[in-house]
């Protein structure tokens, strides 16, 4: 398969929006706020890039299934285990694509209570987008591509290479 993005290229941009969330929540602790399965590589790599105390916590939604089409359904698989009340939200997913997962989600953590929501996501495909959402940190802006690795699967597979890939090319 034809590499997109490759682990350094990964690493170094991973770093900076480390540094970058640094800077923007100094004085803070912001709370992490993983999209699994997915976001999970994403997630444990930021998190040692940001030099803050901070907090994680994991949910799981549903999304693509076996078919690389969205199917706009989305659905609560696993809840956060810690409340959101008061604190300093930061929604880590691997990609935003139509947006709707996102957006389904920030409307649901909002009832929560947090003192603030941000997202970061390392893909955005915004080329597919149906809903307008903000995404405050991207890692990198793609092509209409079904991609693979670094925490992205087809049919569950793909999810350890080290880099990001083109599924079929
Ligand atoms: P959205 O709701 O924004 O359309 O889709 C979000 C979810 O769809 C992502 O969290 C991810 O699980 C899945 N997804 C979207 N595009 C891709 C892609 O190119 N590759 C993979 N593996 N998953 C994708």
Same mark, same amino acid.
Request: glycine share 8%; net charge negative; charged share 25%.
């Given at each position: ?24 929540? #100094? ?13 999970? =590589?994403?997630?444990?790599? $930021? #998190? ?6 901070? !907090?994680?916590? &994991?949910?799981?939604?549903? !999304?693509?299934? #076996? ?15 810690? !409340? ?5 939200? $930061? ?9 709707? =997962?996102?957006? &389904? ?14 997202? #970061? !996501? ?14 405050? &940190? ?28 083109? &599924?079929?090319?």
């Amino acid at each position: 398969m034809k590499v997109l993005l490759s682990r350094d290229e990964i690493q170094a941009r991973v770093r900076e929006m480390g540094q970058q969330i640094t800077r923007d929540y #100094a004085g803070r602790e912001p709370h992490l706020v993983c999209v699994l399965k997915g976001g999970c =590589t994403f997630l444990t790599d $930021l #998190a040692r890039e940001i030099d803050l105390p901070l !907090s994680l916590d &994991y949910m799981a939604v549903s !999304s693509y299934g #076996a078919a690389t089409k969205s199917s706009g359904e989305v659905r609560m698989l696993k809840d956060l285990d810690q !409340s959101l009340e008061g604190r300093d939200v $930061l929604i880590v997913e691997d990609i935003v694509d139509t947006g709707l =997962t996102l957006n &389904y989600l920030l409307n649901l953590l909002r009832t929560r209570g947090p003192r603030s929501m941000k997202v #970061a !996501s390392l893909l955005s495909k915004p080329s597919r987008r149906l809903v307008e959402i903000p995404v405050d &940190y991207v890692g990198f802006t793609i092509d209409d591509l079904f991609v693979v690795g670094y925490g992205l699967d087809y049919n569950e597979k793909f999810r350890n290479l080290p880099h990001i890939a083109v &599924y079929g090319a």
